[in-house]
């Protein structure tokens, strides 16, 4: 005999919390589907990764609360804070609304969740510039106004919801007609189809009410056809770029009209505490230049949407490539191969900037000098990658990844354990591999392994030429002064001041591990340079290069003399010559040059 769930009168907080995991699960699961379907604002294929993005975080870090209003409050911090993508921040923002219009209560009725589901509604229309109708905001809309005119006609939530599921299926079946992309791509809404799956999750959890399996469940996501009618379009703004400013001291309306200036699908969520502002825009570094003035710049991401859009319909190869922003290699190359870039965090004092993205080498040399904060640098954390291989496992055969060295940076250890984490939730293959190096190092093996890629060999067979290929790899680095390593803590004050003074300038490469290690010294640049070459030369004849790449660090004429002496000596053009990533000109300083070689 089947058991009825008894009837909720009231709703606590913890009522709240195993809904919204309920609603939750069913967005991760059905993720995959909602990104083949994504065609609106851009067709880049990441609704259902951004959502489950911005819900992930509830799950992983937050726990029932007794009170409903302590509750509210906690999802709607943890989304707005973990927000990714148009749809995320709609979503966020609605409850972030809700939070608001909700009275401190331990407990809410009918009555009163009604009227804060309708009044929630406004503040998902106030946050976006331009609203759409035929979108996730109007299937909010429509829901919340039928919860408010029916729910005298019910005595508990259990009915109240599951009612609300015919409104929300005719809502979303209607976003085909009202807007002309959704029409001539035969699809629903992404975003709003995201709404309707988390209220079916939780429809169908109050019907079980069964709160240990719902804990103890295992995400999967499931496996869902490609959509082949829909039509991929131009992609005009490159960058999904997002922020979070704390403390703003711009209000919303100018922060619109900053935003404008620089591109469209502009949202501002939150309030003046803690604001997160999303747009599709060509100028990310320009954009936070402008908006450094604001507030604290605390978070940002930048999604490289025609990356995405490639991923979903102009995929070259079965397997995806990634790495991160120490790879020094050109933009040229990295958009031939389609190779995915996560950028490494980089922090002036509060402010918090991506490498290559939200700042380019003119703007970190110009902070260099004018800001009193040192900038420090963070490894790509685990989010990110699981954002990223989420997005990717949806679309690729397979995944591999080549890191900057893990003796350098914790970013090879996130990438290893998102790689599991989403290997085992899409059942796709994920290899992370060690380079135990950087830069143009880590360019030429990223370069090598995508070629193989390119050259259609096997998932197992290209990983293992690249760990070899991370043996045959050599970075040679003439630092130019040692002022940036004193300033940032690599060099003591002392010794710095005695090198200094005797004009020593030292030599640095990466060890066998891929730890940092001082191969020689001299006592000009220029000398450093031609040790440099001598010991490339040294090696030359037993040796072939497969090629190299010469690097700098805002050092043309350094880096114009090591590309004649290698061609000089190898009988070839570098393959890139490189402006460093500001992330290893912090530590590198301005002036230094280096060369990164690849042996056969």
Known sequence: MKLVPAPMIKMDGRNLYYTFIAGARKVIEHQTELNKINVFPVNDGDTGTNLASTIRSVIESLHPHRSYKVTADRIAE?????????????????????SIETGDLMVVTLKQFAESIQRSVKYVYEAVANPVEGTMLTVIREWADYISESWQKFTDFNHLLLSSYEILLRSLQETTSKLKILASNNVVDAGAKGFVLFVQGIIEFIQSRNVKELILAKSETISFPKIEEVIAEKVDFRYCTEAIIKNSVTDNSSLKSTLAKFGDSIVVAGSDRIRRIHVHTNYPAELFDELRPSGTLTFQKADDMIRQSDAVYNRKWKIALVTDSTCDLSKELIDHYQVNMLP???SFGENNYLDKITIQPQQFYKLLDECPDYPKSAQVNETAFINLYSHLASHYDSIIAIQ???????????????AKSISSEFNKQISVINSKNLSGALGLIVLRTAQAIEAGLQHDQIVSLAENWVTETKILVSVKTLKYMVRGGRLSAFRGLIARLLNINPIVTLDDTGKAVSFGKAFSQKANMEKVMKHIQSDYPGKKIWNYIVLHANNLNAAAWFSEKMEILTGKKPVSICNISPVIGANAGVGAASVAILYE
Request: no cysteine; charged share 10%; net charge positive.
């Open 404 to 418: 900057v060295s893990e003796k350098l940076s914790g970013t090879f250890n996130s990438s290893v354990k998102a």
């Open 344 to 346: 490494i965090n980089i």
């Open 78 to 98: 943890a989304t707005l804070m973990n927000a990714r993508g148009n749809s995320g921040i709609i979503f966020a923002q609605f409850f972030y609304g809700l």
